[in-house]
């Protein structure tokens, strides 16, 4: 058996909480997994930013990025590692650039998600260039704003058509809501999207390869409040359908990292949100929730690097739009297709059995280190980078204690 070294880089910005994990339990863990004819062991390294030649040979064999989305010369290494060098990169960069809310909107209605009514509107202002000005002048229709909102009906909301984090989103109740916010929007191209109201519940699934974690989500809460420690009061075939949901769209767009957004209405669950292409990874947002998230990646990426996972290089579409164009089939069974399409597309069984049969320590190995004071100075590192000073022991113990808590319940056996 030869002796390979896999190695997982990580391109980060931000990021503090979770890469401590990772790399703790990757080094913890020390594997050396027989695979085919190989002994293979991992490394993980942190991506540094600096010139480099497109005929450097390959470093990595697995990227996991969460920079990209917004910082170019990163993005333009990672598409040079993944076209020349056949490295595997969560998420496909050039997938990110389908990444906003307009084209993944399109995208699921066409498959016949339950997608509110949306429309987009031309930005208020712009920068002008004389081919601008000469094209506005020729081909712009003047519309009546009030007359779409009219159309689309009030509640409403307003948002870019890309983008996240909350920014540039309004809530419409009234015309005079509607012509303010459409004021301030700038140069921004935003959608109308009518809003799902009453709703029961407003649910994020996380889906990492083929895994999915679904949390209840409080949007009016402050941020560190807005996860709900307790799992969704969902049935088996709520969860179910939610899974399905959540794979569909990211295999529909090869996406190995995302997360979905929706409100469910009597018993209908509307997909919202569904296009972020740095979902949130961090302690002082996830809390209880972060230990599955950082499991996921670790066991989705540690899967990809040990098998030699191949990319999907383009995009593949006809087999969802085949199942779409049946008529005999209602939503619930075209969403059931829609799935079995992700699921064989993330070798979801092979995902399953490696897991089983390579990483049996990875959960016990993750729990212990959320114990260690080596994660507690991550927690505070986190917290220290987001809260004022007066308030970094406080909300260190907070989310401290809401891990430990975590810990309790889930004790390996």
């Not at 863990?29 to 480099?52: G, M």
């Not at 018993?267 to 209880?288: R, Y």
């Not at 540690?302 to 995009?315: I, P």
Request: net charge neutral; charged share 25%.
């Amino acid at each position: 058996m030869a002796d390979v070294t896999k190695r997982i880089g990580l391109s980060l910005g931000a990021d503090i909480c979770w890469p401590l994990v990772y790399e703790e339990v990757v080094r913890r863990l020390d594997l050396e997994l027989p695979v085919k004819k190989d002994r293979v062991r991992f490394e993980v390294e942190r991506i540094t930013i600096e010139p480099f030649s497109l005929s450097k040979p390959k470093r990595y064999d697995v990227v996991l990025d969460r920079l990209t989305h917004w910082y170019h010369p990163s993005r333009e290494w990672i598409k040079k590692a993944a076209v020349k060098d056949g490295t595997y990169v969560l998420n496909n960069p050039w997938a990110i650039q389908s990444m906003e809310k307009h084209t993944t909107y399109a995208a699921m209605l066409r498959l016949g998600l339950p997608v509110p009514e949306t429309w987009m509107i031309p930005p208020k202002e712009y920068e002008w260039t004389a081919d601008l000005k000469t094209t506005l002048n020729r081909y712009a229709k003047l519309f009546d704003l009030g007359a779409i909102a009219k159309q689309i009906g009030y509640p409403m909301f307003m948002k870019p058509y890309d983008g996240g984090a909350w920014v540039g989103v309004s809530r419409i109740d009234n015309e005079q809501q509607l012509f303010a916010a459409y004021e301030s929007s700038g140069k921004r191209v935003m959608h109308l999207q009518k809003a799902v109201l009453p709703f029961d519940i407003f649910v994020r699934v996380l889906g990492v390869g083929p895994q999915t974690h679904a949390m209840q989500y409080d949007p009016g809460a402050p941020l560190h409040l807005r996860y709900v420690a307790e799992a969704p009061v969902l049935t088996a075939e709520e969860l179910r359908t939610l899974e399905d949901m959540t794979l569909t769209i990211n295999t529909f767009f090869g996406w190995d990292f995302n997360s979905c957004e929706a409100l469910r209405k009597d018993g209908v669950f509307h997909p919202i949100d569904f296009a972020n292409a740095c979902p949130d990874s961090q302690v002082t947002s996830l809390h209880v929730h972060h230990p599955w998230l950082v499991g996921a990646n670790l066991k989705w990426s540690l899967f990809a690097a040990a098998t030699g996972r191949k990319m999907q290089s383009a995009m593949d579409w006809q087999p969802y739009f085949d199942v779409a164009d049946r008529p005999d089939l209602p939503f619930a069974e075209k969403l059931k297709a829609y799935a079995a399409i992700a699921r064989k597309r993330l070798d979801s069984e092979r995902f399953q059995e490696f897991c089983g049969k390579h990483l049996g320590d990875l959960d016990r190995v993750l729990w212990e280190v959320y114990g260690t004071e080596y994660a507690h100075d991550a927690i505070r590192q986190k917290v220290a980078a987001l809260f004022p000073e007066h308030e970094i022991d406080e909300f260190t113990a907070h989310f401290w204690n809401l891990i430990q808590g975590w810990r309790a319940q889930n004790k390996p056996a």
